[in-house]
């Protein structure tokens, strides 16, 4: 197993320049770079029509929101030695990458927690990690499922939850945690892979006055319950040797009296060495977020000229309806722009942070505003394509009215909510350069799924009727189509085996493997 | 029992329905049996109840996620709209079943359900599978009400009115003591070895007034979940200021009358749902009355193939491959879209849509004050 094991520290040199491993998909974004885009090209424009079904794989046998009837595979499959590893809350599954066939599943008995859904698993060596909602590290061994320990990584009394899937760096096995229902901080962990002991815990919100971001609270008591939950896999640069963690919205969710100021380090884009969790830098996405739009959207790397230079960029399509572009070596603001219209800020800060307009904050009497709380877009993966040069996300525009439920001085939890709602959906590709729309392509029921692009000039969808998309990634017309029966509810990803390129989706219980 | 102390959703109006009077605990009763049999409730199912639920609600999770729960009618209402929120689909029609369905089927006295109605749903999840441990404690209002009276004796003065703690004491409803307890299993031991600060002597409490207040103290937790609370107030605004954006800049007079479709609106909807109802006509009204029961608004669609008469009808379905409607006659028709195949779909309520872009959030509230007043 040490050539796997070299196979994914290979994965991870090449991801700078490149692009995932053609005949594996290793870690949640297929590389560390979280630019969902494949160099594969045996799918392509101009014989994408005659893309059929392969095989089916229903992830049945388990009971509630784990899984069975109703069940949701939210999950990115890693695909390693021709097998894929997916999960659902409370379960894992290797499933053969050629057939569909079977070859192990691996249940949790859970204590509780939110089964919201489940990201998928990490990779090392001949070892699986995943995450569990009642607050476990599992590792399973890869070739026969079977537990080798687990690990508490949160306290599910105070409400948090595992839905992350785990970042594998080196000898990191890097965690996230989820729950945004009582006041408790968030953290991101790393872990050693033999053991699961823990290596190192950064808080994302500051844990004494006086730290770094403690100025932008009102008292310790408010920043140390102040959220900012680690919900989604990082990304990676190995050359600078940082991982980019998106941040959670703070806590109290919608009543923000009690937490006046930017509220740091939530809903934010932090820059963290894996090696030792020290921060580098933060950009924050949304300074005092009332709405629940965490930034718990993939930061994507790649490199681009800006201005006639050469730059390592990081890019996010905020849950806030905006699209940022950073340096990654020093997290400094180089485009700032609306993907979809909004009517809550008052434009941005010097630093490219917007300024949210108080007006705008969730009222007694509601206020009506634009994005609504599931966001301008979501957790589902977007995807950047170095041969169109594009940022490809799905985008919703949406209103909703913000209610304070709670008017008291100190509200807790969430002390409000949105309600109601009247929205549209659609692909907008963006030029990253300008934060300008390229194009849009709406859908005309609804949809919001994760997305992959491939050198064959593709960029895979899902639209709200069922329809697992291949769209031109050029206009946004659709080339090709294949009704799931449910809506798509992961992102796709591709590879290659034995000379035959397979594209692998989840729409519900139930995963789709198309071949030619 | 589904108030919850300070938040009650059992309205006084639901109570005079059977006013019985006895004692306390009979006249609660009597008022949740109130709400079920009330006009706003429907004893059975409608048909097409139960299946709009399988396919609406399990699309996204497993049916025992939902029918562990046990809730009010407003409560459910409260988390279907969170759920379309959260991209449930279905029509109109269907999220009316499904409301009339888990409020008779799922209320608060139905049999079977874990937890009661005041274990944290959260979500619309169950027990097992909502936010939080599994074993969370169940809490019984009885008990918690009594400890409401230790509560008052003896922590309120530093803990202040919802255990939120102040200058002098801690904040009980953030404190792990309190989140890691069931029953008093951990405030018990922990009042007993007396306060860490020492400032103030430990409480000399039996150990049912401390599992007394333990359901108190996590009731008050719970009280800060997203779902366990309500709209306050929202009739802020100015009624004549209303009546001439009615008349005036909002051309709402072009299509409605406050004589006509509207007459007595205000005596049929209260405030969050009228507000709901005109800022979103065809998603689901967020008030006490009214909910989910908003009239459907069918979209008329016009199909021209390349040859052959033009067809007309309600659209059923439209995306990117495919058209499908009901005819004049009652016929199912679908077509496969291709560019020779013209297709022009009118939604009626596209002039509500395009408000959203216009209205001030002070226009909103002046509409919800002056249609309020159409008794």
């Known amino acids: 197993m040490k050539a796997l094991a070299a196979l994914l520290l290979a994965g991870a040199a090449l991801i700078a320049q490149s692009a995932p491993p053609v005949n594996s998909w290793p870690t949640y974004n297929g590389d560390y770079s979280g630019r969902r885009h494949s160099p594969l090209a045996k799918i392509n424009q101009s014989n994408i029509r005659s893309l059929g079904l392969a095989w089916v794989y229903r992830a049945n046998g388990a009971l509630g929101g784990g899984g069975g009837f109703g069940g949701r595979i939210s999950a990115t499959p890693l695909q390693v030695n021709g097998v894929l590893y997916f999960t659902m809350p409370d379960h894992a599954w290797a499933v053969d990458a050629r057939t569909g066939r079977e070859v192990w599943h691996y249940q949790w008995t859970s204590h509780g927690g939110d089964h919201i859904g489940n990201r998928g698993v990490g990779i090392y060596g001949n070892w699986l990690y995943f995450e569990t909602p009642d607050c476990n590290l599992v590792s399973l061994n890869l070739k026969d499922g079977l537990e080798r320990w687990h690990k508490p990584i949160c306290d599910l009394d105070q409400y948090y939850f595992g839905s992350m899937a785990p970042l594998v760096i080196r000898n990191h096995i890097i965690t996230g945690v989820s729950g945004d229902d009582l006041d408790r901080p968030g953290y991101i962990e790393s872990h050693d892979p033999e053991t699961g002991d823990l290596q190192w815990r950064w808080y994302t919100v500051p844990q004494k006055m006086g730290d770094p971001g403690s100025e932008s609270w009102p008292s310790e008591e408010a920043m140390k319950h102040g959220g900012g939950m680690t919900w989604l896999t990082p990304t990676y640069d190995p050359d600078l040797n940082l991982i980019y963690v998106p941040t959670g919205n703070p806590q109290p969710v919608i009543a923000g ?254 995963l789709f493997g198309f071949a030619m | 029992m589904i108030h919850r102390n300070g938040y009650n959703s059992v309205t006084p109006a639901d109570c005079k329905l059977v006013s019985l009077g006895g004692n306390l605990g009979i006249r609660k009763s009597v008022c949740v049996a109130a709400l079920l049999v009330s006009p706003a409730a429907i004893a059975q199912p409608p048909a097409g109840a139960r299946e709009a639920f399988q396919k609406v609600c399990a699309a996204c999770h497993a049916i025992e996620t939902v029918t562990s729960q046990r809730r009010t009618r407003a409560q459910w209402q409260e988390n279907i709209n969170s759920m379309i929120e959260r991209g449930a689909k279905g029509t109109q029609e269907e999220f009316a079943l499904v409301l009339d369905y888990l409020s008779t089927e799922y209320g608060p006295m139905s049999p079977g359900g874990r937890g009661a109605p005041a274990a944290p749903g959260g979500r619309g999840r169950g027990a097992a599978f909502s936010p939080g441990p599994a074993d969370k404690q169940v809490i019984d209002e009885e008990a918690a009400n009594r400890g409401r009276k230790v509560y008052a004796a003896e922590c309120i003065t530093c803990h202040g009115t919802h255990a939120r703690g102040g200058d002098r004491g801690a904040d009980l409803v953030r404190s792990e003591i309190v989140l890691h307890d069931r029953y008093g299993s951990t405030i018990g031991p922990f009042l007993k070895k007396g306060h860490p600060t020492q400032t103030t002597p430990a409480a000399q409490l039996t150990d049912a007034q401390i599992q007394d207040l333990s359901h108190t103290l996590h009731q008050e937790v719970y009280n800060t979940l997203r779902a366990a609370l309500q709209i306050q107030n929202l009739l802020t605004g100015d009624p004549a200021a209303g009546a001439a954006y009615f008349d005036g800049a909002g051309k709402c007079s072009t299509c409605h009358s406050t004589t006509g479709d509207l007459a007595h609106i205000g005596a049929r909807l209260d405030p969050p749902a009228i507000q709901q109802r005109f800022l979103f006509p065809g998603g689901r009204g967020g008030g006490r009355r009214g909910g989910g029961g908003a009239p459907s608004t069918p979209v008329m669609v016009t199909v021209r193939p390349a040859s052959g008469e033009p067809i007309t009808g309600t659209l059923l379905h439209l995306d990117d491959f495919s058209v499908a409607l009901r005819d004049s006659a009652g016929e199912y028709r679908s077509f496969k879209r291709t560019s020779a195949l013209k297709i022009v779909a009118n939604d009626p309520l596209q002039a509500h849509h395009d408000l959203l872009d216009q209205y001030t959030d002070k226009n909103i509230h002046d509409i919800v004050a002056y249609l309020e007043t159409l008794k």
């Not at chain 1, 100021?261 to 300074?287: C, E, H, R």
């Not at chain 1, 709380?373 to 949406?398: C, E, H, I, K």
């Not at chain 1, 659609?426 to 992959?452: F, Y």
Request: aromatic fraction near 12%.
């Open chain 1, 257 to 510: 009296k009690a937490r006046p100021g930017a509220n740091l380090f939530t809903a934010s884009i932090v820059a963290l060495n894996p090696d030792s969790g020290k921060m580098q830098w933060y950009f924050q996405s949304s300074p005092h977020d009332t709405h629940d739009w965490d930034a718990t959207q993939t930061p994507v790397l790649f490199d681009a000229e800006i201005a006639g230079q050469k730059r390592k960029l990081v890019a996010q399509a905020s849950r806030n309806g905006y699209f940022f572009v950073l340096d990654r070596a020093t997290g400094k603001n180089i485009v700032s722009a609306e993907y979809v219209k909004t009517n809550w800020s008052k434009g941005v800060d010097s630093k490219g942070s917007p300024i949210p307009n108080p007006a705008k904050e969730p009222q007694l009497d509601g206020a009506l505003v634009s994005p609504n709380q599931g966001g301008g877009t979501n957790w589902p993966p977007p995807t950047y394509n170095p041969d169109t040069g594009l940022f490809y996300v799905s985008a919703s525009r949406a209103f909703s009215v913000y209610y304070i439920y709670d008017p008291s001085d100190k509200p807790e939890g969430w002390g409000g909510n949105d309600r109601g709602g009247w929205g549209e959906s659609m692909i907008q590709a963006i030029d990253p350069k300008t934060g300008k729309v390229k194009w849009t392509h709406k859908w005309l029921d609804g949809g919001r799924s994760g997305l992959l692009s491939t050198a064959g000039k593709l960029l895979f969808a899902g639209d709200g009727s069922g329809n697992f998309v291949a769209l031109d990634p050029a206009s946004g017309n659709p080339l090709w189509h294949a009704n799931l029966g449910n809506s798509v509810t992961n992102g796709p990803i591709t590879y290659e085996l034995d000379g035959t390129q397979y594209l692998v989706v989840a729409a519900g219980d139930t």
